[in-house]
């Protein structure tokens, strides 16, 4: 009896560290998403959102997505969300092909202490191009996001057509 209870005890051990482990391994893979901060430029900010939403589904499906979400003013979540609501959109016909794209080319526009807006050019996967005009506004209100760089407005794309 005593050795019964001995390796259910053991394997109830097992488990124990097996699940901590599939925890620590699903929040980790969470974590990997870039969190707003003050000392994040606008031109990195643009950056950091293309590049997450030019391999959307790694490290997980629609993070790059998320990541976008993280980037956005909270006005501008008001006005695009809640979250399932702004994933809709951006796989709508509207924004689709900035998911997956190939390459883009950002060119500053505009850059002033509390607004910059940028060019964006995206070839996507069907090797068309489109361009958008990009705008990021510093946030002045108190909390965690204050004097971060935060998505205001990305226009509707406007079609360049293919590089073939």
């Not at 053991?10 to 699903?26: C, D, E, K, P, R």
């Not at 060119?107 to 202490?113: G, Q, R």
């Not at 607004?115 to 489109?130: C, F, G, W």
């Amino acid at each position: 009896m005593k050795k019964i209870i001995k390796y259910s005890l053991y394997g109830l051990i097992y488990l124990s560290i097996i699940f901590v482990l599939a925890l620590f391994f699903i929040s980790t893979a969470k974590a990997d998403l870039i969190k707003p901060n003050n000392s994040i430029e606008p031109f990195q900010v643009i950056k950091i959102q293309l590049n997450s939403l030019k391999k959307n589904d790694k490290p997980y499906e629609d993070s790059g997505i998320l990541q976008n979400w993280k980037f956005a003013h909270p006005n501008n979540q008001k006005n695009t969300g809640p979250l399932n609501r702004f994933i809709r959109m951006l796989k709508g016909d509207s924004y689709k092909m900035l998911l997956n794209h190939i390459e883009h080319k950002i060119i500053e526009v505009e850059l002033s202490n509390f607004t910059a807006s940028y060019e964006v050019t995206v070839l996507d996967e069907n090797k068309s191009y489109y361009i958008f005009r990009w705008q990021v506004e510093k946030y002045t209100k108190h909390g965690i996001l204050k004097d971060c760089w935060l998505t205001t407005m990305v226009s509707t794309p406007i079609p360049l057509g293919s590089s073939i």
